[in-house]
């Protein structure tokens, strides 16, 4: 695997022109990840961790009770007609929208495998029939670096859902990096459904959590505004989770030049909550970045230093086998030695191994027949048993210590894993360390940097 080529960056001039600062990072960032012979996520696969490449948009998520305004508030960002609106509930189930080449609909599945990331929504039974995804070809504001989620309309009383709503709303929620709640002033806003849910993503991620009261216009006098956002907010703060300082409910509504209204529209600033946490995003993806390449460089040091343990220790295990395998051999060997030597006489034996030989295995076999002829002929065969179980012992222990050993790492697994480590630091931190400064760039005066 060739680690120390680059990766390719953006090559159509055309499609530099077109694409923002931020969304060019955060592409650049995802194929660091996903390049299909250096990308992190191999890299790092192969050394058992797992790593998820970071999104390239943002998720927003909108909910609130049916019409609410949340598919209206979807279109006008798109400026284009992708969802159905209306007074009927007319979203029974998730609709993901997201910009592409080409306008297509998803069904459950492939809606899926365009959002991998999403794929644990499928243990709450149902929902699958109720994913879909909407892809446009509109650059409109912010829009390719976004992915809006738009939620079934919720209502109490005896609506039934085709799915756990309330859960996976909930699960949704923690996944997105935006969690817009539409209150509309037309007697729904109080929805004890959309209340309870808001509530339990509130104890786990309430600095997500931005509402507003839709279609403001339509609330009559400024009077009936007041009115309705003081009953929303009595109902929010009667919930403990719900009562904290600083809440805001900004009011929005879709401009339309043929019906001008008095009532203040902050549907910009919305839109400048999108585009600073795409800001925050990059800076996000450009730091876990860094993280995630000290995690496989750290793991790949770990892994050496381990494997020199492992090495360490293979060789006292290989000695301990080898000791336990050379006495369990050589004892009873010795011991039939001996029986054998001492049949034969001394001259018998100077000639058979010549004078020097003879009298070394004389003096060892000795040893071992005066240790035996001490033994009381009564216990001799006892003696027998009990000195071929303990040569079994070694022979035994001598395979066990074999098996004991640790596996180690090849030359060929240490060379890669220097490779990854150098690719790592010359080529993806640099990498880095450019898009950090280009995207500054963008932001900070020349002086500053």
């Known amino acids: 695997m060739m680690l120390g080529r680059k990766p390719r960056s953006v090559a159509n001039p055309l499609e530099s022109a077109i694409t923002t600062p931020s969304e060019r990072i955060l592409k650049e960032c995802h194929s660091l990840y996903v390049d299909s012979e250096t990308g992190l996520v191999k890299i790092a696969s192969s050394l058992g961790v797992r790593l998820l490449p970071p999104r390239k948009k943002i998720i927003v998520m ?20 992708i969802l159905k609106t209306g007074v009927a509930i007319e979203t029974q189930g998730f609709t993901f929208i997201t910009s592409g080449r080409k306008r297509e609909s998803l069904t459950g599945n492939a809606t899926l495998h365009l959002y991998p990331h999403f794929r644990p929504i499928l243990e709450f039974k149902g929902v699958m029939d109720y994913l879909t995804a909407e892809i446009s070809t509109s650059k409109q504001k912010k829009f390719s670096l976004v992915t809006f989620v738009d939620t ?49 993503l509130s104890e786990k991620c309430g600095d997500k959590l931005l509402f507003y009261l839709s279609k403001a216009d339509e609330a009559g006098k400024e009077t009936d505004r007041q009115r309705v956002m003081m009953q929303i907010v009595q109902e929010l703060c009667r919930r403990p989770g719900l009562n904290k300082c600083g809440f805001e409910m900004p009011t929005i509504y879709i401009p339309n030049p043929q019906k ?19 800001n925050q995003a990059v800076q996000k993806t450009l730091d876990q970045l860094d993280k995630d390449c000290d995690l496989i460089c750290s793991t790949i040091s770990s892994k050496l230093e381990q494997d020199r ?35 034969f006489s001394k001259e018998q034996l100077d000639e058979l191994l010549g004078e020097g030989p003879a009298r070394t295995i004389t003096v060892c076999t000795g040893i071992v027949m005066f240790l035996w002829e001490w033994i009381p002929e009564d216990g001799q065969v006892v003696f027998v048993i009990i000195f071929g179980s303990f040569c079994y012992l070694l022979l035994f222990l001598a395979k066990y210590f074999t098996g004991r050993r640790n596996r180690t790492l090849s030359k060929k697994e240490k060379r890669k894993m220097a490779e990854y480590c150098d690719y790592i630091n010359d080529i993806v931190r640099t990498k880095k360390g450019k898009l950090y400064e280009w995207y500054l760039q963008q932001c900070a005066a020349e002086y500053d940097l």
Not at 64 to 78: E, L, M, P, Q
Not at 159 to 184: C, H, K, R
Not at 263 to 278: H, L, S
Request: hydrophobic share 45%; with cysteine.
């Open 152 to 200: 079934p309309g919720l209502v109490d009383g005896d609506m039934i859902y085709p799915f756990d709503v309330n859960s996976a709303i909930t699960w949704l929620g923690e996944q997105a990096d935006l969690i817009f709640v539409f209150f509309d002033p037309m007697g729904q806003a109080l929805c004890k459904r959309t209340l309870n849910i808001v509530e339990k």
């Open 309 to 343: 343990a492992d090495v360490a220790y293979n060789k006292s295990v290989r000695l301990h086998s080898f000791l336990c395998g050379v006495l369990g051999i050589f004892l009873p060997f010795l011991f039939i030695l001996s029986f054998i030597v001492n049949s």
């Open 62 to 81: 909108i909910m609130g009770n049916h019409s609410a305004g949340k598919s209206s508030f979807i279109n006008w960002y798109v400026e284009e007609h």
């Open 260 to 278: 001008p209204s008095r009532c203040v529209n902050q549907i910009d600033g919305v839109c400048q909550t999108i585009e600073k946490t795409i």
